[in-house]
C-alpha cells in the first residue's frame, strides 16, 4: 500500500484515491499552495497536523509542532499577515487555548488566507467535554465551513483558503471526529508549481499599527468592519458551490455539514423521497437568500444538525423578522447531545413526517443490552510495561494513597482505574498544577501566610507534552505563590497519547533537530524546591525520592523519565528485535495478588484453576516491574533481549 505522504503529494490531478478526512484536509491545503503549517496535536485532528509534518519538506511548506494551540494559531496567523497561506489545526477544547487571540484577531484581518481546522468530538470519544465550535465561530464572527464527503473536506479546505484570502478574514473548518475519521474517495486536484518543485515561500509583514496592534482606539474599529464583512460573507454563501438545493416536495429538511449524509441514508431507509433537501456546508453564516429560495411552496421544515442549534437559531430568527409563518422543527424533534447517525437521522424525520420508523429501534437497543451484558467488559487501560503505571504504583507507596491526586489529560489519566486510583481530578490541559495549588492553598494555606500548617498532602501528575503545552505558567504560579505540593512529571519522551508528536523535550522539529529543553532545568531554574530525576522502572528507588520529594516543604518536583513502552517496543518491532520475557515461577507464587490488586500490569491474569498469577507470553513487554512488585520473587526472567 502506497503511503500516505506518497498518496497526498501524488502528482496525477484527476486520479481517485482513497483517503482519510484529515489527509483530504492536507491535500485540500496543498492544492490550496499552503506555506505554513502550526499544529498542536489533539485527537481527532491529529493526522491531518501528522501528515503536514511528513509531507512538510518535500512541499517548501514550514512546519512545526508547536507548545500549545494559542501559541500554534498566532504562528499561522503571522504567516498570514505576512501574505502566506496559513493553516493551524487543533481539537475543539484546543480553540479555548487559542481563544484570547482568535477573539481578539478577527478584526484585524490577514492578507494571505487563513484557514483554522478545528475538529470536534461529538459522543466525546476522546475528549473532557462535547462543544460545538460552530457556537465558537458565531460568537467570535468567524465563517464556519463544514464538509459532508471527504472529497468534500479537500475542496472545501480549497474553498476555505480562497474566502479568506478574498474577505481578508479568517475562516473556520469545522469537522467532527466522523468527518476526520471517514474515509472515501478523493478525485485529486491540481498541485500548484511551488509545491511540486518544494519551494520554500517567504511572507513580508507590512507594517499598520492601526491594524495590528489593538488598543482600545484601534480596535473600536474593527467590530462594525467584522460584521460588515460577516454579511458580505453571508452574500457570497448563497452561490457558494457546496450549498444546494436538491428534491422536490411540500416538506423540507435542512441538513448542515455530514448531517447531509445521514439525511440521505434516513431517506433512503424510509423510501422517502418527496422531500426537498437545503444541503448546507455554511453553517455559520446562513446565507439567508438561499433559505428564502429554499423555503418557497414549503409547508414546514425540518433541520437536522448535530450538537447545538446554530443553524437553527440563525433561521428561526431571520424567519421571524421577516415574518414568516412556517413551522420550523429542530431541536424539539433531533437530540441535542451527542453524536448524530442514520437512526437519530431516521427517528428525527420519521417524527416530522408523522411515519413509522421502518425498524423498531426499542427492540433492536434491548437485543444491544442484552448480547453487550454476556461479553466481556474491556475497560482502557494503560499498555503492559508502561512507565505511568509505575510512576502511580511509586506514588501510591510513598504516600500510603493518603493524598490528594490532581492530574491531567494524556495517556496517564487512565491512573484514576483500579487497581492504581491515583487520579482525583482532571479538568483540562495543564491544569493539575493549579488545582494542586488551589487544593493546597485552600486546605493547608500558603508557606508564607501566618496561619499555614500542613494538613493534607497534595501530588500533581502531569505528562511531558502537556508540562510544556499549559503545565509553565501553573508551576510558575505555584512556586512564586509559595504553594506546598509534590508535581510529579511523567516524562515518557514524546506526546504518546496524540500519536508520538515530538515536544520540547524530545528536541526533534519536522525540520530537523531543534533545541532540546530539559524539564529538570526548566524547573530548577524558575525555583523550585527540590527538583530529581529518577527512572520508574526502578520503583524502589522512585518511591524513595518521592517520599524524599514529599518532606520538602514548598514546590517538589518529580520528573519520572522513561520512554513510552509502545513507542519503544515498536522501534524494537521494527527493528526485529526480542523483547525480554517474564514468567510466574508457580513455585514461589503463593497467590497473594499483589501484583494483580495493587499493580495491574494487563500481561499478569489470575489462573483460577491452579490459583496463581500467571503472565500472557504474548502481551508481556519485558520491562521487569512485576518483580519487583511481588513480595515473594516469583516473576522470574525467562528470555533476555536479542
Ligand atoms: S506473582 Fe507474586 S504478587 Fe502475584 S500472586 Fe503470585 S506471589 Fe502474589
Ligand atoms: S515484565 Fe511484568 S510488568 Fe513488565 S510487561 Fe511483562 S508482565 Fe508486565
Same mark, same amino acid.
Given at each position: 500500500?502506497?503511503?500516505?505522504?506518497?498518496?497526498?503529494?501524488?502528482?496525477?490531478?484527476?486520479?481517485?484515491?482513497?483517503?482519510?478526512?484529515?489527509?483530504?484536509?492536507?491535500?485540500?491545503?496543498?492544492?490550496?499552495?499552503?506555506?505554513?503549517?502550526?499544529?498542536?496535536?489533539?485527537?481527532?485532528?491529529?493526522?491531518?497536523?501528522?501528515?503536514?509534518?511528513?509531507?512538510?519538506?518535500?512541499?517548501?511548506?514550514?512546519?512545526?509542532?508547536?507548545?500549545?494551540?494559542?501559541?500554534?494559531?498566532?504562528?499561522?496567523?503571522?504567516?498570514?499577515?505576512?501574505?502566506?497561506?496559513?493553516?493551524?489545526?487543533?481539537?475543539?477544547?484546543?480553540?479555548?487555548?487559542?481563544?484570547?487571540?482568535?477573539?481578539?484577531?478577527?478584526?484585524?484581518?490577514?492578507?494571505?488566507?487563513?484557514?483554522?481546522?478545528?475538529?470536534?468530538?461529538?459522543?466525546?470519544?476522546?475528549?473532557?467535554?462535547?462543544?460545538?465550535?460552530?457556537?465558537?465561530?458565531?460568537?467570535?464572527?468567524?465563517?464556519?465551513?463544514?464538509?459532508?464527503?471527504?472529497?468534500?473536506?479537500?475542496?472545501?479546505?480549497?474553498?476555505?483558503?480562497?474566502?479568506?484570502?478574498?474577505?481578508?478574514?479568517?475562516?473556520?473548518?469545522?469537522?467532527?471526529?466522523?468527518?476526520?475519521?471517514?474515509?472515501?474517495?478523493?478525485?485529486?486536484? *491540481?498541485?500548484?508549481?511551488?509545491?511540486?518543485?518544494?519551494?520554500?515561500?517567504?511572507?513580508?509583514?507590512?507594517?499598520?499599527?492601526?491594524?495590528?496592534?489593538?488598543?482600545?482606539?484601534?480596535?473600536?474599529?474593527?467590530?462594525?468592519?467584522?460584521?460588515?464583512?460577516?454579511?458580505?460573507?453571508?452574500?457570497?454563501?448563497?452561490?457558494?458551490?457546496?450549498?444546494?438545493? +436538491?428534491?422536490?416536495?411540500?416538506?423540507?429538511?435542512?441538513?448542515? !455539514?455530514?448531517?447531509?449524509?445521514?439525511?440521505?441514508?434516513?431517506?433512503?431507509?424510509?423510501?422517502?423521497?418527496?422531500?426537498?433537501?437545503?444541503?448546507?456546508? @455554511?453553517?455559520?453564516?446562513?446565507?439567508?437568500?438561499?433559505?428564502?429560495?429554499?423555503?418557497?411552496?414549503?409547508?414546514?421544515?425540518?433541520?437536522? +444538525?448535530?450538537?447545538?442549534?446554530?443553524?437553527?437559531?440563525?433561521?428561526?430568527?431571520?424567519? $421571524?423578522?421577516?415574518?414568516?409563518?412556517?413551522?420550523?422543527?429542530?431541536?424539539?424533534?433531533?437530540?441535542?447531545?451527542?453524536?448524530?447517525?442514520?437512526?437519530?437521522?431516521?427517528?428525527?424525520?420519521?417524527?416530522?413526517?408523522?411515519?413509522?420508523?421502518?425498524?423498531?429501534?426499542?427492540?433492536?437497543?434491548?437485543?444491544?443490552?442484552?448480547?453487550?451484558?454476556?461479553?466481556?467488559?474491556?475497560?482502557?487501560?494503560?499498555?503492559?510495561?508502561?512507565?505511568?503505571?509505575?510512576?502511580?504504583?511509586?506514588?501510591?507507596?510513598?504516600?500510603?494513597?493518603?493524598?490528594?491526586?490532581?492530574?491531567?489529560?494524556?495517556?496517564?489519566?487512565?491512573?484514576?482505574?483500579?487497581?492504581?486510583?491515583?487520579?482525583?481530578? @482532571?479538568?483540562?490541559?495543564?491544569?493539575?498544577?493549579?488545582?494542586?495549588?488551589?487544593?493546597?492553598?485552600?486546605?493547608?494555606?500558603?508557606?508564607? *501566610? *501566618?496561619?499555614?500548617?500542613?494538613?493534607?498532602?497534595?501530588?500533581?501528575?502531569?505528562?511531558?507534552?502537556?508540562?510544556?503545552?499549559?503545565?509553565?505558567?501553573?508551576?510558575?504560579?505555584?512556586?512564586?505563590?509559595?504553594?506546598?505540593?509534590?508535581?510529579?512529571?511523567?516524562?515518557?519522551?514524546? @506526546?504518546?497519547?496524540? !500519536?508520538?508528536?515530538?515536544?520540547?523535550?524530545?528536541?526533534? @522539529?519536522?525540520?530537523?533537530?531543534?533545541?532540546?529543553?530539559?524539564?529538570?532545568?526548566?524547573?530548577?531554574?524558575?525555583?523550585?524546591?527540590?527538583?530529581?530525576?529518577?527512572?520508574?522502572?526502578?520503583?524502589?528507588?522512585?518511591?524513595?525520592?518521592?517520599?524524599?520529594?514529599?518532606?520538602?516543604?514548598?514546590?517538589?518536583?518529580?520528573?519520572?523519565?522513561?520512554?513510552?513502552?509502545? $513507542?519503544?517496543?515498536?522501534?524494537?518491532?521494527?527493528?526485529?528485535?526480542?523483547?525480554?520475557? $517474564?514468567?510466574?515461577?508457580?513455585?514461589?507464587?503463593?497467590?497473594?495478588?499483589?501484583?494483580?490488586?495493587?499493580?495491574?500490569?494487563?500481561?499478569?491474569?489470575?489462573?483460577? +484453576?491452579?490459583?496463581?498469577?500467571?503472565?500472557?507470553?504474548?502481551?508481556?513487554?519485558?520491562?521487569?516491574?512485576?518483580?519487583?512488585?511481588?513480595?515473594?520473587?516469583?516473576?522470574?526472567?525467562?528470555?533476555?533481549?536479542?
Amino acid at each position: 500500500m502506497a503511503k500516505v505522504t506518497d498518496m497526498v503529494l501524488l502528482n496525477k490531478p484527476g486520479e481517485k484515491i482513497l483517503l482519510l478526512g484529515n489527509h483530504a484536509i492536507a491535500r485540500g491545503a496543498l492544492e490550496a499552495n499552503i506555506a505554513v503549517f502550526a499544529a498542536y496535536p489533539g485527537t481527532p485532528s491529529s493526522e491531518l497536523t501528522d501528515t503536514m509534518a511528513a509531507v512538510a519538506k518535500d512541499a517548501g511548506v514550514y512546519m512545526e509542532y508547536s507548545t500549545n494551540e494559542k501559541v500554534a494559531f498566532e504562528t499561522a496567523l503571522s504567516a498570514a499577515w505576512s501574505g502566506l497561506r496559513s493553516m493551524t489545526a487543533m481539537k475543539h477544547v484546543g480553540l479555548n487555548v487559542a481563544a484570547d487571540t482568535f477573539m481578539s484577531a478577527v478584526g484585524m484581518g490577514v492578507e494571505g488566507g487563513f484557514v483554522v481546522m478545528v475538529a470536534d468530538d461529538p459522543s466525546m470519544w476522546s475528549s473532557q467535554n462535547e462543544q460545538d465550535t460552530r457556537v465558537f465561530g458565531k460568537f467570535a464572527n468567524v465563517p464556519v465551513l463544514e464538509p459532508c464527503s471527504v472529497q468534500e473536506a479537500k475542496d472545501l479546505t480549497k474553498y476555505a483558503f480562497e474566502i479568506s484570502e478574498k474577505f481578508k478574514h479568517m475562516v473556520i473548518l469545522r469537522t467532527t471526529t466522523r468527518s476526520s475519521h471517514m474515509r472515501g474517495d478523493v478525485v485529486l486536484g *491540481e498541485l500548484p508549481d511551488e509545491i511540486v518543485n518544494k519551494v520554500r515561500r517567504h511572507g513580508k509583514f507590512e507594517k499598520d499599527p492601526k491594524r495590528f496592534v489593538d488598543i482600545p482606539a484601534h480596535s473600536r474599529n474593527f467590530h462594525p468592519k467584522i460584521l460588515e464583512n460577516i454579511e458580505k460573507i453571508r452574500e457570497e454563501f448563497a452561490n457558494c458551490p457546496f450549498n444546494k438545493i +436538491e428534491g422536490n416536495g411540500k416538506v423540507g429538511i435542512i441538513a448542515p !455539514g455530514l448531517s447531509y449524509a445521514y439525511v440521505k441514508e434516513a431517506l433512503s431507509w424510509l423510501n422517502v423521497d418527496d422531500v426537498k433537501i437545503l444541503k448546507l456546508a @455554511t453553517p455559520f453564516p446562513v446565507p439567508y437568500k438561499l433559505v428564502e429560495t429554499f423555503l418557497e411552496g414549503l409547508e414546514k421544515v425540518l433541520i437536522v +444538525e448535530e450538537l447545538e442549534p446554530v443553524v437553527e437559531e440563525q433561521i428561526k430568527m431571520w424567519a $421571524y423578522d421577516k415574518g414568516l409563518n412556517i413551522p420550523i422543527y429542530g431541536k424539539n424533534i433531533v437530540p441535542r447531545i451527542y453524536e448524530m447517525d442514520t437512526k437519530r437521522a431516521v427517528i428525527a424525520i420519521s417524527k416530522f413526517l408523522g411515519i413509522e420508523t421502518p425498524i423498531n429501534f426499542e427492540e433492536l437497543d434491548a437485543k444491544y443490552k442484552e448480547i453487550s451484558s454476556v461479553l466481556p467488559p474491556r475497560p482502557p487501560s494503560l499498555c503492559p510495561a508502561c512507565p505511568h503505571r509505575n510512576s502511580f504504583f511509586a506514588i501510591n507507596k510513598a504516600t500510603r494513597k493518603k493524598a490528594i491526586f490532581p492530574s491531567d489529560i494524556g495517556c496517564y489519566t487512565l491512573g484514576v482505574l483500579p487497581p492504581l486510583n491515583a487520579v482525583d481530578t @482532571t479538568v483540562a490541559m495543564g491544569g493539575s498544577i493549579g488545582v494542586a495549588h488551589g487544593l493546597s492553598v485552600a486546605i493547608n494555606g500558603a508557606a508564607n *501566610e *501566618e496561619t499555614y500548617e500542613k494538613k493534607q498532602v497534595v501530588v500533581a501528575t502531569i505528562g511531558d507534552s502537556t508540562f510544556y503545552h499549559t503545565g509553565l505558567p501553573a508551576i510558575a504560579n505555584a512556586i512564586y505563590n509559595r504553594s506546598n505540593i509534590l508535581v510529579v512529571i511523567v516524562d515518557n519522551e514524546i @506526546t504518546a497519547m496524540t !500519536g508520538d508528536q515530538p515536544n520540547p523535550g524530545t528536541g526533534e @522539529t519536522p525540520h530537523g533537530v531543534g533545541k532540546r529543553i530539559p524539564i529538570e532545568d526548566v524547573v530548577k531554574a524558575m525555583g523550585a524546591d527540590f527538583v530529581e530525576v529518577v527512572n520508574p522502572y526502578d520503583i524502589k528507588k522512585t518511591t524513595e525520592v518521592i517520599k524524599k520529594a514529599l518532606e520538602v516543604e514548598g514546590v517538589s518536583v518529580v520528573v519520572s523519565r522513561q520512554v513510552c513502552a509502545l $513507542y519503544r517496543v515498536g522501534k524494537a518491532r521494527k527493528n526485529k528485535e526480542k523483547l525480554p520475557l $517474564y514468567k510466574v515461577n508457580t513455585d514461589k507464587c503463593t497467590g497473594c495478588k499483589t501484583c494483580i490488586v495493587t499493580f495491574g500490569c494487563p500481561a499478569i491474569f489470575w489462573d483460577a +484453576e491452579n490459583k496463581k498469577a500467571k503472565i500472557d507470553p504474548t502481551m508481556c513487554w519485558g520491562c521487569g516491574s512485576c518483580a519487583q512488585v511481588c513480595p515473594f520473587g516469583a516473576f522470574e526472567l525467562v528470555k533476555e533481549a536479542e
